[in-house]
């Protein structure tokens, strides 16, 4: 029984991985997909992004502080381009 307390510790104590964003590695699109529906169920995953057609088993992941930090960087983009047009029409 003191074997199996070991093996409870460290299934509790470990940390759960929520899933993340991933990017494609070509274009860094967030609109990367599996290239199939038996990918991950009969073969290694494979991606495809319809953006700029990039097809591999490679893709980019954000951990949770890079995601927060790029969502805020999306986020003063977008303002700013809202800005900028806003200025456009203006003149």
Known sequence: MKKLDGFRDVFQHSKRRRPTQI??????????QLSSSLDVWLTP??????????????????EPEQQDQAQ????????????????????
């Open 72 to 91: 805020e960087k999306q986020d003063i983009d977008q303002k700013e381009q809202k800005d900028d047009s806003s200025k456009k029409l203006e003149q």
């Open 45 to 62: 995953k494979s991606y495809y992004c319809p953006e700029c057609g990039y097809h591999g088993i490679i893709v980019m992941e954000l």
């Open 23 to 32: 990017f494609c590695p070509k274009c860094a699109s967030p609109k990367i």
